[in-house]
């Protein structure tokens, strides 16, 4: 993992996106930075729009979530535009898929494709029709409870907090989960401990 990884990774990327600009800012906790101005298009290749924006990649790489940071201004800097009105940088998606592929880990070029031109047409397509394709999701600490809202499956926040204590406790593989699913730890909420930790202390 790291730079070589990424210098790999990134002449591929160049196969497809052969203006990426890169620089390497040391000392960085996201060292690795790619500039381009980004292309929309729909599948029948129409072009919608190109915008300018940086991607920054953790040292750990391809570990870590990518950030997004908008230059382009061509949509408002705006919470409910899902970009932060300080530093342009963007929402992509919900926490809990950004700590899932924190984890796992993501290329630059998947980044870009599945991230990056997406967050683009997507906001194409709210400033057409007022709205965002798939649906709409909260920011800050609002957005970290709906993600855990959708994780346990319940809206009551106290029934939340019991089971993020639970998720902290010691138990057995073989243990039937805290959740209430009747499913054994192993096979449902053991897999994912380090990632409801992680968005927990987004509460913190």
Known sequence: MGIRDFLEDL????????????EYREGKEYPFKLTDNFEVSDNEGNHWGTFSASVYFHHRYPKEFPLLQDQSKAF????????????????????????EKAALGISILKFIDEYVISFYANQLYKKHFGYYKNGEYAHNGEGVWEALEEEFKTKDRKEIKRLLKENRKKRGRNDVCFCGSGIKFKRCHLPRKNIIEKVMKRLI
Request: aromatic share 14%; hydrophobic share 30%; with cysteine.
């Open 11 to 22: 002449e591929e990327a160049k196969e497809k996106y052969p203006f990426l600009e890169y």
């Open 76 to 99: 408002p800097w705006k919470v409910d535009w899902h970009i932060s009105p300080r530093d342009g940088d963007c929402c992509v998606c919900g926490v809990i898929e950004q700590e």
